[in-house]
Each structure stands twice: as structure tokens, then as C-alpha cells.
Nanobody
Framework: QVQLVESGGGLVQAGGSLRLSCAAS????????MGWFRQAPGTEREFVAA????????YYADSVKGRFTISRDNAKNTVYLQMNSLKPEDTAVYYC?????????????????WGQGTQVTVSS
């Protein structure tokens, strides 16, 4: 079992940057594909970014491509989401997730473990 704890959210002005971190428990972090999702009020949780076990493969939602970067440090059991050029429409609760049986995957149903989320608010 993996426990995930997100941090780094907050309030930022449009055009600003934030870096989210997700710390994972356990000694098998490198065996999980990792992803970030987000959920705004009244909407479904949507895919943001994913990274393979080694970090060699990454996927992004079209809405964040070129602005967000996902990375991981397997020695620190941590996955990151660097968010630049933030827009008000990026406002949401951001969740990290771990996939036991998949590498980089965009499907919410492929993920087995979820964090509690961290709020990101972008003001205009």
C-alpha cells in the first residue's frame, strides 16, 4: 500500500508559478506510475500529467502542455508538478495518484492510490 501526501498549493496571481510535491510512503515508489489530476468545483476530476516509473515517459493534458512539467525523484519517493504561467482556469484541488500496474497513464481508473489533494487558486 502507498500513502501519498501533497504539498505546495496556495494562492498565486495569474502568470505566476507554483511547485507541487507529492511524497509517497513505502520502499516501492519506483514501481508505480505516477500522475497528477485536478478537480474544480462542480466538475469531474481531470487528468493533468503522468510520468512513467523511470521518469523517461511523460504525458500532459493539452490545457497544460508547455506550461506544466511533471518529474520524479525515486530516491526521495517524491513526484513534482512545476506549474508556470498559471491561469485562473487552473484553479482546482490538485491530487497525485499512483498506478500499481501501469507506467505513465492518463486514465483515472488505472490509478490505485490517491492523496488528499492540495488547493491551487489563481487570481486574475
Amino acid at each position: 500500500q502507498v500513502q501519498l501526501v501533497e504539498s505546495g498549493g496556495g494562492l498565486v496571481q495569474a502568470g505566476g508559478s507554483l511547485r507541487l510535491s507529492c511524497a509517497a510512503s513505502g520502499r516501492t515508489f519506483s514501481s508505480y506510475g505516477m500522475g497528477w489530476f485536478r478537480q474544480a468545483p462542480g466538475t469531474e476530476r481531470e487528468f493533468v500529467a503522468a510520468i512513467s516509473r523511470s521518469g523517461a515517459i511523460t504525458y500532459y493534458a493539452d490545457s497544460v502542455k508547455g506550461r506544466f512539467t511533471i518529474s520524479r525523484d525515486n530516491a526521495k519517493n517524491t513526484v513534482y508538478l512545476q506549474m508556470n504561467s498559471l491561469k485562473p482556469e487552473d484553479t482546482a484541488v490538485y491530487y497525485c495518484a499512483a498506478a500499481r500496474d501501469y507506467g505513465a497513464t492518463t486514465l483515472r481508473s488505472d490509478y490505485d492510490y490517491w492523496g488528499q489533494g492540495t488547493q491551487v487558486t489563481v487570481s486574475s
